[in-house]
């Protein structure tokens, strides 16, 4: 099937390109209640695994055994922009660990954060494994390589413990067989995870709302999702989307980008959802800078979760030339029966 439209890029009063991709909303109890698209499309969850990535580092003992806090378990599940407030905290679980930045295995890029990046070229400073977005999630997966007795050498080795611990959370969540999980390397180098765009959200549902697991996966899923509400500058950053949705909402949902267009979101139990809801998103050409962040907060305000006036740059957003006119807009162009969920 061809993808239906989700944005369309307008320059002047011309559409000049169009955005087309995948949406499934599920409710806790597993009720698809609207979708857009073919919701059985298996892509990869990329970043957005990244609060089940954490959950052993919880289930196994190795945040309390290293007394890490709150703040450090809600970037554990970020993809952070390398800024000051992030590093910093990484660098501290490392000591804590008694490891060094050496010890990570995520690699190196520049951060996200557009001042740190020309901060550190100013001073003529280069960018560390710190400033991986992925770094606060691999200073996790050490902790709970060392806790467990596991290889810290080649922690992100599908091999190791520590791996197959996490595709195990995965699978749990999604309400899949781990056999279905397929699985790729990350940019990050650890594995990466695909499923059908309805296990997505139904992973995030249950995310939210943890209720049919036993007591400690649910413990743990609490205490993820109660770090990542507390704390939404560490799951993203300044000018991040993750942050600003969070914030936006206030306290109302749980957001996770993950590369190449996907954006799971956990909407919690309320009054008009008691039993919350897990959102996916894929955007079918990848693109995360300009179709995923309009289409994401419409999504926000069809469910009544976002104001018409919450975040009015992001949706619609301002399409500007060089100089900085504004010369356009990006829309989102939902057609889908939301509005009476």
């Known amino acids: 099937m061809v993808p239906p439209?989700?944005?369309?890029?307008?320059?002047?009063?011309?559409?000049?390109?169009?955005?087309?991709?995948h949406i499934c909303i599920v409710d806790g109890?597993?009720?698809?209640?609207?979708?857009?698209?073919?919701?059985?499309?298996?892509?990869?969850?990329?970043?957005?695994?990244?609060?089940?990535?954490?959950?052993?580092?919880?289930?196994?003992?190795?945040?309390?055994?290293?007394g890490f806090t709150e703040d450090e378990i809600a970037i554990a599940c970020g993809s952070h922009s390398g800024e000051r407030m992030h590093t910093s905290i990484v660098a501290n679980m490392l000591e804590r660990l008694q490891l060094s930045e050496s010890d990570l295995r995520c690699g190196t890029h520049t951060p996200f954060n557009n001042k740190e990046a020309e901060r550190l070229s100013r001073a003529g400073e280069t960018p560390t494994q710190l400033h991986n977005n992925c770094s606060g999630k691999h200073a996790a997966m050490l902790a709970t390589a060392k806790h467990m007795g596991a290889d810290t050498t080649n922690y992100e080795s599908t091999s190791n413990p520590i791996q197959k611990a996490i595709t195990k959370a995965v699978s749990n969540f999604a309400e899949i067989p781990v056999a279905d999980v397929k699985i790729g390397v990350d940019g990050c180098g650890v594995p990466s995870f695909a499923m059908p765009v309805a296990a997505m959200a139904r992973s995030f549902a249950n995310l939210v709302m943890p209720d049919k697991f036993e007591d400690d996966i649910k413990n743990a899923a609490v205490r993820i999702v109660e770090a990542m509400i507390k704390y939404p500058k560490l799951i993203g950053g300044t000018e991040r989307l993750d942050t600003m949705l969070m914030e936006a909402a206030s306290g109302k949902i749980i957001s996770k980008v993950g590369a190449d267009g996907v954006w799971l979101c956990g909407v919690l139990p309320s009054e008009k959802y008691p039993a919350g809801l897990g959102v996916a998103l894929k955007i079918e050409n990848g693109d995360d800078k300009r179709a995923r962040p309009v289409v994401a907060v419409e999504i926000l305000r069809q469910l009544g979760i976002l104001s018409a006036g919450d975040l009015p740059d992001l949706s619609p957003m301002p399409l500007k030339s060089r100089r900085g006119d504004i010369v356009g807009k990006i829309e989102a162009v939902l057609d889908w029966p939301c509005r009476s969920c």
Request: glycine share 10%.
């Open 29 to 66: 109890g597993g009720k698809q209640i609207a979708s857009v698209g073919d919701t059985e499309l298996v892509t990869f969850l990329r970043s957005s695994a990244k609060p089940f990535q954490a959950m052993p580092f919880i289930l196994c003992g190795a945040a309390d055994e290293f």
């Open 5 to 21: 439209i989700l944005a369309e890029v307008v320059r002047g009063e011309t559409v000049e390109s169009v955005h087309r991709g």
